[in-house]
């Protein structure tokens, strides 16, 4: 079975020969054409995983030829092939929709990678456009952003054990989407068509938590005036989300204990066991390895949840994810307030940018609703977000702030190029050597953004 399917366009023959030949080497299924038409006519007949494309054909240039490619086939990956002197032109590409670039003469092992990183994010785009697919099919949830790498990789995570029926232990800060990416995991599931039930554990005192999770007898305390099914059991067959599990009292802990281990419980009241069927998924903002030492979780609890972690980044560390976000905001309160705005000012989205959201997308949700409603005008300006937020104490000196944008704008380049530091310099406008000289200054490693 081949590795993958590429197409490679050229108008040197000799070219295409010799990548031909290396490709089919690495086992993949290598198709080559000379002219943007027979291009064409290849895509509307085969499904390509990859194309690669020279950017200065003979009757058009490469990236009218990548767009015409991609209206048949949206999610087909293009590398571009150019001349060291037309650098600018191949990130005019990147921007209009190619994968990467590489410049001629280029190196045998670099193309082979490029195309497996290509390969892998055509991948993970499409378990990403499924898990999607099917959280908007059961909740409408279109807002799991996941341009940044990190949440990538936790839906990648989703994709693989979704499928299982281990317990999942989500930890991250208030604000992240816990929750969400619970109902992913159960919407992915076998057990997509069966209950999933959430219950915030820190929302619930502790003499109503145990009748709440397990149910109760008729007459098992005052006021029980008849038998209730317990939460457990509600979500017999389906999924049950335990949120703020470290603020669940010990009592009710040893309780949960015996349904993982047993998969069975008793309702308060009542001597008669039940059994249930159901798949637990558990979150936290709190370190329970830490509450484990202080006597506050129990250790034989936390290592029966702590089967599958996952871990949520905080918004400030996703902040490519902050636009999108913000966008999909603004149309779910347009929607509900029924306002016209159509976007940010420039400065609106360099304040969002640049704040550290210690409440996460929760605040981020928040912000966008207070300045929607405030608005008078069709776009959000910045004077509307984070109005309470600042002050003289944030400012720091032009020295320090200057040092700063720097750090960032280098750190920034250098996953925008993969670690690739000839093509970051490049583009920085800066020689190799000087380039190399910043990075040092700052000590920050290439090798750390390698894709």
């Known amino acids: 079975m081949p590795a993958g399917k590429i197409l490679i366009v050229d108008d040197d023959q000799n070219l295409l020969e010799v990548m031909k030949i290396r490709l089919e080497s690495l086992r993949y299924e290598v198709t080559t054409v000379l002219r943007e038409d027979k291009a064409r006519e290849a895509v509307l007949g085969n499904t390509f995983d990859i194309a690669i494309i020279d950017l200065q054909l003979a009757e058009q240039d490469g990236i009218s030829l990548m767009e015409k490619l991609q209206l048949i086939n949206p999610e ?36 082979g990678l490029q195309i497996e990183r290509a390969l892998e994010n055509r991948r993970l785009t499409s378990e990403i456009n499924r898990l999607k697919e099917l959280l908007r099919e059961g909740y409408d949830f279109e807002n799991i952003v996941a341009k940044s790498e990190k949440m990538r990789e936790v839906l990648e995570v989703v994709s693989r054990i979704a499928g299982t ?48 999770l397990f149910g109760h007898e008729k007459g098992a ?9 317990g939460l457990f059991s509600q979500a017999h067959e389906g999924t049950i989300f335990l949120d703020e599990i470290g603020d669940m009292p010990l009592l009710t802990q040893a309780k949960l204990l015996r349904v993982i281990q047993e998969r069975q419980f008793y309702p308060l009241g009542s001597e008669k066991p039940v059994d249930v069927d159901v798949r637990v998924i558990v979150a936290t903002n709190k370190d329970l390895e830490d509450q484990v030492k202080q006597g506050l979780f129990r250790e034989d609890l936390f290592y029966r949840i702590h089967v599958i972690p996952i871990l949520l980044p905080p918004l400030r560390e996703r902040k490519e994810d902050i636009p999108l976000l913000a966008e999909h905001f603004l149309k779910k309160f347009g929607r509900q307030m029924k306002k016209k705005v159509i976007g940010f000012a420039p400065m609106a989205i360099q304040k969002l940018m640049l704040y ?32 309470s937020k600042g002050s003289t104490e944030d400012l720091k000196p032009l020295k320090e702030a200057r040092e700063a944008f720097e750090k960032e704008y280098l750190m920034n380049i250098l996953k925008f190029t993969g670690g690739i530091v000839s ?10 050597a000087d380039f190399y000289n910043l990075l040092k200054k700052y000590n920050i490693n290439p090798g750390d953004f390698k894709k």
């Open 76 to 111: 087909m990956p293009v590398i571009i092939l150019t001349a060291h002197g037309s650098i600018e032109s191949a990130v005019e590409a990147m921007k209009k929709g190619a994968y990467n670039y590489l410049t001629k003469p280029f190196d045998a092992r670099e193309l």
């Open 356 to 387: 550290e959201w210690p409440g996460n997308v929760r605040e981020l949700e928040n912000t966008i609703e207070y300045a929607l409603a405030m608005t008078q005008k069709n776009i959000i300006e910045e004077d509307l977000l984070l109005k």
């Open 221 to 229: 305390f005052t006021g029980a005036i008849k038998n209730t099914k």
């Open 165 to 212: 029926e281990s317990t999942v232990y989500i930890h991250g800060e208030s604000g992240t989407g816990k929750e969400l990416i619970a109902k992913a995991i159960h919407l992915a599931s076998g057990r997509k068509g069966k209950p999933f039930v959430a219950v915030n554990c820190a929302a619930l005192p502790e003499t109503l938590l145990e009748s709440e």
């Open 423 to 432: 093509k970051a310099a490049e583009l920085a406008g800066k020689y190799r």
